[in-house]
């Protein structure tokens, strides 16, 4: 008799085992909740977008308004720009600033006048200041690497704007970060425009934004042809940059970028 048991509760035994095992195996092979997909790396959006800005290298015709509440300026300039960081400005009208020009090579910027046949090396600490007493800094010139190198960045919001997706991504300083602002907020686009950006002093208030007004096509790709800053504390005041005409790519010249070029060009 307590050997029939035995066996019985050995049998039983062994089946609930079995049956455990089915079901860990059944668990195992269930799949959980589909992920969803990875949210956007905004490090990744902003460096596309800037690439896309200046590209490897450009060649473009722009047109500045330089507007005020008493009376409003006009300049014409050719721009070319290399990699990230390299950029020559040369004003072509008025006649009364033409030749005027400002080139920017890695952190050193120079400026030349032509009246007074003088090239002048300005100081680091002047690249984020007016630049032609526009509302554009020098900084703003080619989309400098500032704020891809000394910002932080997180994704802050998304939404559908004129069929497009469009991101906000939060920029702080990194600690230590030798940078002006205190916080830059970024919109940009799904096919890689840059939208609108705003630019915070160090008690977080908006300073001034930059809007993008236009986009088209332009050497094959959507560009931000006309652009607008506005400084937040001055109503009415405002400069407009617009891009006439652009090619990217192209194989520039070395000696373009230049002292020698800027004060006397060969092009």
């Known amino acids: 008799m307590r050997s029939r048991a035995a066996s019985g509760l050995l049998r039983g035994a062994r089946a609930a085992a079995g049956a455990l095992a089915s079901l860990t195996l059944m668990l195992m092979a269930t799949p959980g909740p589909a992920a969803g997909p990875a949210a956007p790396d905004p490090d990744a959006i902003l460096r596309r977008a800037f690439e896309e800005y200046r590209a490897k290298s450009s060649e473009s015709s722009v047109a500045m308004t330089v507007h005020r509440p008493e009376w409003e300026r006009h300049l014409d300039m ?5 990699g990230e960081d390299d950029a020559l400005v040369r004003f072509v009208a008025p006649p009364k600033d033409a030749g005027n020009a400002t080139l920017k090579v890695a952190d050193n910027i120079w400026v030349f006048n032509p009246k007074l046949n ?27 690497e500032e704020l891809l190198e000394w910002y932080q960045h997180r994704l802050s919001g998304t939404e559908e704007s ?7 991504i939060e920029s702080r300083p990194k600690p230590g970060a030798p940078v002006v602002w205190g916080k830059v907020t970024v919109k940009i686009r799904d096919d890689d425009v840059l939208s609108e950006e705003t630019f915070f002093d160090q008690d977080l208030k908006p300073v001034r934004r930059m809007q993008t007004e236009k986009v088209g096509p332009l050497g094959g790709r959507p560009y931000p042809l006309v652009m607008s800053m506005h400084p937040m504390d001055s109503p009415g005041q405002w400069t407009r940059i617009e891009t006439l005409e652009g090619e990217f790519n192209l194989a520039l010249p070395e000696y373009l970028f230049t002292l020698s070029n800027l004060q006397y060009p060969r092009q």
Not at 78 to 82: A, P, Q, S
Not at 162 to 168: C, D, E, P, Q, S
């Open 118 to 144: 003088q090239v002048i090396k300005l100081p680091v600490s002047m690249m984020s200041q007016s630049w032609m007493g526009s509302d554009f800094s020098y900084n703003d010139l080619s989309k400098s």
């Open 78 to 82: 050719k721009v070319w720009t290399r």
């Open 162 to 168: 004129g069929g497009h997706t469009l991101w906000t």
